[in-house]
Nanobody, 124 residues
Framework: QMQLVESGGGLVQAGGSLRLSCAGSGRTFSNYVMGWFRRAPGKEREYVAAISWSGDTTHYADFVKGRFTISRDNAKNTVYLQMNSLKPEDTAVYYC?????????????????WGQGTQVTVSS
């Protein structure tokens, strides 16, 4: 089992920034593709971004391109999501997830382990 713990959520005004962190333990972190997902009130969970084992390949959902950056530090067993130019529609619970297979995953079902989530609220 891998345990994932997110942190860094909070309340921010529109146009502001937040950096989410997700710390992994229990497995070899560098063996896992990592992803970020989010669930807004009343909506399905949706894909945000993913990063390869080494960090040299990243992918983003269209609605965050140019605003969010995913990165990882395998020495610290941590993946990050830097969120800039936040909008009220970015309000959601953000989850990190780990995928134990080759290739980035863009769907929830492709991930094996999940964190408990961290709330991000963007006020207008």
């Amino acid at each position: 089992q891998m345990q994932l713990v997110e942190s860094g959520g909070g309340l921010v005004q529109a146009g502001g920034s937040l950096r989410l962190s997700c710390a992994g333990s229990g497995r070899t972190f560098s063996n896992y593709v990592m992803g970020w997902f989010r669930r807004a009130p009343g909506k399905e969970r949706e894909y945000v971004a993913a990063i390869s084992w080494s960090g040299d390949t990243t992918h983003y959902a269209d609605f965050v391109k140019g605003r969010f950056t995913i990165s990882r530090d395998n020495a610290k067993n941590t993946v990050y999501l830097q969120m800039n130019s936040l909008k009220p529609e970015d309000t959601a619970v953000y989850y990190c997830a780990a995928r134990g297979y080759y290739g980035l995953g863009y769907e929830s079902r492709q991930y094996d382990y999940w964190g408990q989530g961290t709330q991000v609220t963007v006020s207008s």
